[in-house]
Structures are given as structure tokens and as C-alpha cells.
Nanobody, 124 residues
Framework: QLQLVESGGGLVQPGGSLRLSCAAS????????IGWFRQAPGKEREGVSC????????NYADSVKGRFTISRDNAKNTVYLQMNTLKPEDTGVYYC?????????????????WGQGTQVTVSS
């Protein structure tokens, strides 16, 4: 059964860090492009970071550049999003998604499978 499970969310103070994990079963993440998206209350889902399947090239939204890092651990079939220097505007539900396309993409519609999401709240 194909499944993506996010974990690692929680409540953190501004300036703090979290590491989100996206563990896959039923598929091999190394063969897919991976995207991390987030959705804040009342806002549309937005792309945060993505990594390609071919050369592991990465992209980051301008709002998280220099603070977030996406990475893969193929042995664990898991993708991570390391989030540092968190800000209140980073609050939202974070989703991982996989897509069978070349390169990276910010468009949610091109991704094939999604996790259930993990809540990140940045507040003092």
C-alpha cells in the first residue's frame, strides 16, 4: 500500500528549529521528485522546497531560502525538511508530495501522491 507519512511538526518559538520527515512505503522515493508544501489557515497551499529525482537539484521559495534545507536518505526511503530560524509566518500544515516528472515543480497538480500533513506552529 502506497503511503507518505509526515512527522516532526509541533510548536516552536520564533528562531527555533524543526526537522520534518516524510517516510514512504509502497514506492521508492529515489525515483521521484519530492516537494514540500505548506498551507496556512485561509491561504492557498504554497510550495516551500523541492528536490529532483535525477540529480537531486533543489529549489526553495524565496521566503525560506537560507533557512530551510531539503534532503533525501535513500536508505531510509525518507525525505527531510530541516527548518531553522523559524518565523511566525512559517506556521501552517506541511505536506510532502511525490511526482514522477523530471526536474522540480511548484505546481501541486503535477504531484501524484500526498501525505496527510503535519502541523507546524511558530509562536511565542
Amino acid at each position: 500500500q502506497l503511503q507518505l507519512v509526515e512527522s516532526g511538526g509541533g510548536l516552536v518559538q520564533p528562531g527555533g528549529s524543526l526537522r520534518l520527515s516524510c517516510a514512504a512505503s509502497g514506492l521508492i522515493l529515489d525515483y521521484y521528485a519530492i516537494g514540500w508544501f505548506r498551507q496556512a489557515p485561509g491561504k492557498e497551499r504554497e510550495g516551500v522546497s523541492c528536490i529532483s529525482s535525477s540529480d537531486n537539484s533543489t529549489n526553495y521559495a524565496d521566503s525560506v531560502k537560507g533557512r530551510f534545507t531539503i534532503s533525501r536518505d535513500n536508505a531510509k526511503n525518507t525525505v527531510y525538511l530541516q527548518m531553522n530560524t523559524l518565523k511566525p509566518e512559517d506556521t501552517g500544515v506541511y505536506y510532502c508530495a511525490v511526482g514522477s516528472f523530471i526536474g522540480t515543480s511548484w505546481y501541486p497538480d503535477v504531484y501524484d501522491y500526498w501525505g496527510q500533513g503535519t502541523q507546524v506552529t511558530v509562536s511565542s
